[in-house]
């Protein structure tokens, strides 16, 4: 739409998720520095067959996987909102759980890929629920595929909270910085779901990208 000099003005709506975009990409590269330039977080992924004793299959950087996730939500951001899912949370929210598993000390292939799975399993959900929400009054429509979503996505988080527990029990419990980074993600989804749930979908992308950001730092600076 033009402004009476011949130029074409930007809607607000266009400007912002741009901003947001350019915003989180430097934050990516900055994040990038200091990954490289610190210690390297890495954990083992692990493997065991035939009662054998767990073998190595591979070690995942950490830090460098949260760089990863910032550099995925950027460029989301910078995509129409019905493309930008397949980025952020389709890829983002499994690989981040995969991290809070790394953490909390799951090693075995077989648990991390059925994390990874269910995580997306409840991403697929909320695409459903947002695909089939009016347009108008997005909380207007039925909610039952945003609580199947939750009702799958909560799995992992289970998942994790027994490791933590289980490391206590056992007698050797987690560093105080793998709990605050996972209670860090964990309030960071439910605010982000109970804002969806409402049909508050520019906080809910609020919520998720600061969310994501805290969580990436805390990870690359806190380990």
């Known amino acids: 739409m033009g402004n009476g000099r011949g130029e074409v003005s930007v809607p607000v709506g266009v400007r912002v998720p741009v901003l947001v975009a350019v915003l989180v990409g430097i934050e990516t590269v900055v994040l ?14 692990t493997v065991a067959l ?17 760089v990863v996730v910032l550099a995925l939500v950027a460029v989301a951001r910078a995509l129409p909102a019905r493309r930008a ?37 409840g991403v697929l959900f909320a ?7 009016p347009q108008t009054t997005p909380s207007a429509g039925s909610r039952l595929p945003l609580g199947f979503g939750s009702a799958v996505g909560i799995v992992p988080w289970g998942i994790v909270a027994f490791h933590q527990v289980g490391a206590g029990v056992v007698g050797h419990p987690l560093p105080g910085i793998a709990v605050v980074v996972t209670l860090t993600a964990l309030v960071a989804a439910i605010a982000e779901f109970v804002a969806t749930w409402r049909g508050r979908h520019g906080a809910a992308s609020v919520l998720r990208t600061v969310g994501m950001s805290v969580v990436a730092w805390l990870v690359v600076l806190g380990l």
């Not at 990038?32 to 992924?45: I, Q």
């Not at 953490?103 to 991390?112: I, T």
């Open 50 to 66: 035939d009662g054998r004793a767990p073998a190595v299959l591979a070690r995942v950087d950490l830090d460098v996987a949260m």
């Open 32 to 45: 990038l520095v200091v990954a490289l330039l610190g210690d390297r977080t890495t954990r083992a992924v």
């Open 127 to 133: 695409v459903v629920q947002d695909r089939s929400a």
């Open 85 to 121: 899912w397949v980025l952020d949370p389709l890829l983002t929210t499994p690989i981040t759980l995969f991290v809070i598993a790394q953490l909390n000390g799951v090693r075995d292939v077989g648990a991390l890929v059925g994390i990874y799975a269910l995580a997306s399993a």
